[in-house]
Structure formats: C-alpha cells, structure tokens
Nanobody, 122 residues
Framework: QVQVVESGGGVVQAGGSLRLSCAAS????????MGWYRQASGKQRELVAR???????NYADSVKGRFTISRDNGKNTVYLQMNSLEPEDTAVYYC????????????????WGKGTLVTVSS
C-alpha cells in the first residue's frame, strides 16, 4: 500500500557531505511527519531529524548545526543534507513516514524504509 524508499547513502571521508533522499508513495491521503533515524552497529535506532507537514523540525543534539532536514509536501519526499560528517555518523539511515492516512482508511500508521548505509571513513 505504501512504499518508503531511501537513496543517497555511500562512503565519504570525514569532513565530507552527503544528501539522503526519501520518497513515500502509494494511496496516501495525508502524511504528518517524516523523519530520519539511524542505527549504528551494536546500537539502538535513534532519531536523527524530523520534520512535520508544517515544517517544524527537531534534531538530535549530535547533528545540530551539521545536518539539515527538508521536505517537499507535494511529493511526500524528505531530504537530509549531512555536512561535516564524522566517523560516528556511520550507520544505516532509515526513513520514517509518520501519521500516514490512506484513501478510504480511518486510521493512521507509520511506515519505514529499508535503510541506506552511510559510512564515514577517518
């Protein structure tokens, strides 16, 4: 019913930049917030950045000033511009489409992408 697909991961040297993209598609009537989460090896998944349909944003303290989240509401797409990358940013980055209401559905639910790997070498 809903597909969430990330792209843009890869290998970059410390201090470099990457831009992640995520698109949610399907029979989507409304979509509340979209966000990026990451999970490093041996660690729990954590919020990186989140943006609501009203463009309200919040960031993890560890990425403030380095990462910027933005979205295109018309395309149900969210981006994560990552600058000044550090080896500690190495993780699988997952996109979340939150509060999705489908056509013909009364309720809402969240959907996740399969993730994209970001590797930052020192």
């Amino acid at each position: 019913q809903v597909q969430v697909v990330e792209s843009g991961g890869g290998v970059v040297q410390a201090g470099g930049s990457l831009r992640l993209s995520c698109a949610a598609s399907g029979f989507i009537l409304t979509l509340n917030a979209m966000g990026w989460y990451r999970q490093a090896s041996g660690k729990q998944r954590e919020l990186v950045a989140r943006i609501t349909s009203g463009d309200s944003t919040n960031y993890a303290d560890s990425v403030k000033g380095r990462f910027t989240i933005s979205r295109d509401n018309g395309k149900n797409t969210v981006y994560l511009q990552m600058n000044s990358l550090e080896p500690e940013d190495t993780a699988v980055y997952y996109c979340n489409a939150g509060g999705v209401r489908l056509w013909g559905s009364a309720g809402t639910r969240d959907y996740w992408g399969k993730g994209t790997l970001v590797t930052v070498s020192s």
